[in-house]
């Protein structure tokens, strides 16, 4: 079960260890991971919120080389792109990972979830007699073993006969000093990525943060350089009825006017602080991202320069467009805890309270580089965010 492992550094986010400590820790294991460099990019925009990327030549096929880091302070920033590229590394299926495969049909599995219980695309549901690859889960409740399909773990995944059940994403992918600091960063971003389905899918109005009385010094240092750059930025509150408290931030570049720097970032956290911070600085990131253009997935960027500024404004009036009311930054409650297992017994109560009574992960820490990287899986929770073809349930309601 998990040990008790307390939250030491509280600098904008949650961590059992100071960011610089962390740097000095793992620094030495990049090149076992393959990454070649860590490149400070924060100058190449005028806001000067700290970016870092971290770049791995080797990537598997399929899977991005370069991976960006977000924080609020310039160590919080490298520690992210550098565990960014660990997860990444950690996630690729190596040879080492064929013995832990087992081959079979749905019918012929003995404690394994229902692969429909992943939102499967409609051309992939008829799973009952095919052969899939699952791998070992453990219950973060209860601590006990199940299979889980190899899909919902590897990035890229390359089935050993060719089925697949969807495309493959990183969705619940997360490192950490420790074990719990992972799992409990895991649950965070699969929650993260229902709660923007949900939007996204819906497209209600959300109520607006206003963060004008928050006291956390930075949030308002956040706050201060998008100001100063002329960039417009707004917080949504994206919490659904998983209540971990998930904040959108959207930004418009009135200066540049560019369609391309209408960008967004999603924070969740246990502290709404935290997830304020996670939301805005990842805008910085994706900017940053833009502007450098190196990173493979900016193929939305030319889209969006085509389409123009105002067009993609009337697209995506659901985050451009008034908000439903506003609730401020203090009035959301602090449910995050004083330990990273409290953290994560905390998250499992708020979503059985919804229903979700399973909570999974595979450990994928590798043991070249003895770095803590987890896969989560939470049965039912919505990925339309990241893949469009799969809808469930709770967008169908």
Not at 367 to 385: A, F, L, T
Request: net charge negative; with cysteine.
């Amino acid at each position: 079960m998990f040990k008790e492992v307390p939250v030491k550094y509280f600098g904008g986010t949650h961590r059992c260890r100071d960011p610089q400590e962390t740097i000095e820790k793992v620094e030495g294991k990049l090149s076992v991971a393959g990454v070649t460099r860590i490149a400070e990019i924060t100058h190449l925009d005028r806001i000067g919120i700290p970016v870092y990327s971290a770049i791995r030549p080797g990537a598997a096929e399929g899977a991005v080389s370069i991976y960006a880091g977000k924080g609020a302070t310039k160590p919080q920033a490298k520690a992210s792109a550098m565990m960014e590229a660990f997860e990444r590394y950690s996630a690729e299926k190596q040879e080492s990972d064929d013995e832990k495969i087992i081959c079979g049909s749905l019918q012929e599995m003995d404690e394994c979830i229902d692969p429909l219980s992943l939102i499967l695309p409609a051309k992939s549901r008829d799973t009952a007699k095919i052969d899939i690859d699952w791998v070992k889960a453990i219950d973060a409740g209860n601590d006990t073993e199940c299979l889980v399909p190899a899909n919902a773990v590897y990035h890229p995944y390359q089935s050993t006969n060719g089925i697949s059940l969807f495309k493959s994403s990183t969705n619940g992918l997360a490192s950490g000093n420790v074990l719990e600091e992972a799992v409990f960063h895991g649950i965070t971003e699969v929650v993260e990525r229902d709660a923007w389905s949900i939007f996204e899918a819906t497209r209600q109005p959300k109520m607006e943060v206003d963060c004008t009385d928050t006291e956390n010094p930075l949030i308002r240092d956040v706050l201060s350089k998008f100001r100063k750059a002329g960039v417009e930025v707004k917080l949504v509150d994206l919490t659904a009825d998983v209540e971990i408290t998930t904040m959108a931030a959207v930004s418009d570049d009135t200066v540049l006017k560019d369609p391309a720097l209408l960008t967004l970032g999603v924070g969740t956290h246990l502290d709404p602080e935290v997830a304020a911070l996670r939301a805005l600085t990842e805008v910085a990131q994706s900017r940053a991202t833009q502007i450098h253009g190196t990173r493979e997935d900016t193929t939305r960027a030319v889209f969006m320069r085509k389409a123009g500024y105002e067009r993609m404004k009337r697209i995506n009036r659901h985050w451009f467009g008034e908000s439903q009311g506003t609730i401020t930054l203090s009035d959301i409650e602090n449910k995050s805890q004083k330990s990273f297992k409290d953290d994560i017994e905390t998250s499992l109560e708020l979503l059985e309270k919804c229903g979700f009574d399973n909570v999974l992960y595979t450990d994928l820490t590798r043991p070249e580089i003895q770095i803590p990287v987890v896969r989560v899986i939470i049965p039912g929770m919505e990925v339309y965010s990241v893949d469009s073809e799969r809808v469930g349930k709770r967008l169908l309601r």
